[in-house]
């Protein structure tokens, strides 16, 4: 497996059960991260992680957990530390999305919140339990799995447009209190991987130009190994940001961050 050598880092990844959260365990572990799985289903967790040190001979952990209970993420990152360590990369990958392509006013209103519960109160529980642990050992980096609809309206996918829009201001929230204690934070777009959710959603009927899973492991192996700092606080897509580039760019003011754009030269708010 090429790539940096993750020997000694600890790795927490949610939603690990099955689509790009299942590859990013597995691409992390094949790098030789002890890596942790979180989801709710905790069978199919156990038999995934399972499979993953069978494959590359890593040390995993599997805890059964739902990311909005405030209890069982405290009691499972809890569990990671004790097992593992404290956690050096953290991924908030676990979510939910829209049940149907509807406008707002004809969405369920119970399902609509629990899609921005998943994709809000979720990392950001993970993230506060995490978090002190980096903080004191003065490093540490968190990921968050973002969209280009956090980036952009959305007529039919208002629920996970919020939650990806939120995640992004969290991402930027860690970054900048948590630049002082060598922690950093990023927005990472997966683009579109060949997954049952992407597969469930209209909007991809007939698709066949996918995004490479291996992209967006590639890109989380970077930041991991502390290629890719420079970007901390900042948003970038696999699939479509190239790697060296990257590596060698060095972004400047509010590029790749959400911003108010302008009205013209006399905007008060510019």
């Known amino acids: 497996?090429?790539?940096?050598?993750?020997?000694?880092?600890?790795?927490?990844?949610?939603?690990?059960?099955?689509?790009?959260?299942?590859?990013?365990?597995e691409g992390l572990a094949a790098r030789g991260a002890a890596v942790a799985g979180i989801a709710r289903g905790g069978d199919r967790l156990r038999t995934a992680m399972d499979a993953i040190a069978a494959a590359t001979g890593a040390r995993t952990l599997a805890v059964a957990a739902d990311v909005t209970d405030r209890a069982a993420v405290d009691a499972a990152v809890a569990e990671v530390t004790h097992e593992l360590g404290p956690v050096g990369l953290l991924v908030n990958?676990?979510?939910?999305?829209?049940?149907?392509?509807?406008?707002?006013?004809?969405a369920d209103p119970d399902q609509w919140w629990q899609v921005v519960e998943s994709q809000v109160r979720g990392p950001f529980l993970v993230a506060r339990a995490?978090?002190?642990?980096?903080?004191?050992v003065g490093s540490g980096r968190v990921v968050g799995l973002a969209s280009g609809i956090g980036t952009r309206a959305d007529p039919h996918y208002s629920a996970y447009s919020a939650g990806k829009t939120a995640q992004m201001r969290i991402t930027e929230s860690v970054d900048l209190a948590g630049a002082a204690h060598g922690?950093?934070?990023?927005?990472?777009?997966?683009?579109v991987v060949d997954t049952?959710?992407?597969r469930a959603m209209p909007m991809h009927e007939g698709r066949t130009d996918w995004t490479r899973p291996e992209d967006v492991v590639d890109l989380v192996v970077a930041i991991a190994a502390g290629?890719?700092?420079q970007w901390s606080g900042r948003f970038f897509r696999a699939g479509v940001d190239d790697l060296d580039t990257l590596r060698t760019t060095t972004p400047e003011g509010d590029a790749r961050k959400l911003r108010l754009v302008p009205y013209g030269d006399g905007d008060p708010l510019a």
């Not at 790539?3 to 690990?16: E, I, M, Q, R, Y």
């Not at 676990?94 to 509807?102: F, K, N, Q, R, S």
């Open 1 to 25: 497996m090429s790539g940096p050598d993750l020997s000694g880092t600890v790795a927490l990844v949610t939603g690990a059960s099955a689509g790009i959260g299942r590859h990013l365990a």
């Open 93 to 106: 990958n676990a979510g939910l999305i829209d049940a149907a392509e509807v406008p707002l006013w004809e």
């Open 130 to 136: 995490v978090l002190p642990g980096m903080v004191a």
């Open 183 to 191: 922690v950093r934070a990023f927005d990472l777009a997966p683009g």
């Open 196 to 198: 049952a959710m992407t």
């Open 227 to 229: 290629e890719l700092d």
